[in-house]
């Protein structure tokens, strides 16, 4: 029951975006990454944000964000669920609604990567039909992290 809706990212989300994606980063993502919470701050996550909202989905609730969805090509590129608004069926409406973005293009199969310390997204993504298809070590954001690629089949894409 996630009780929010979906709306394309428009140019005023810029701040609230930035704002929820540092809470998430504050929250646990630092942590999975093994970095300092300080080595982001708000102005990061908005100049990396900014490029992408024409390809960003917004899930609200009472004209607030409480997640979002981005995409790229065949790429789930980002899926972000704010703190309390976890397990309330909020990423699997922002999954859904990533996945059919990427069929639109009509591509055939999907794939995201995710910090592979991050167990329960693992878990999330496997639960709506991701397999993992390989794991990789990259330098970016720090040297040496493990991360792990999921793939996904779209039907009625092609």
Known sequence: MSAAKLRPARSDDLEALAELHHAIWLDSHAGFVGLPTSARDVRWY???IRPTLDRTLVAERSGAPVGYVTWLDELLDDIWVAPWAQGQG???LLLRAGEE?????GVAEARLECVAAN???QRFYEGHGWRLAREFVTDQPRPGLGMAEYRKRLSGAG
């Open 119 to 121: 167990a329960g997204a």
């Open 90 to 92: 909020v990423g699997a």
């Open 46 to 48: 908005r100049e990396v």
């Open 101 to 105: 973005a990427i069929r639109a293009n």
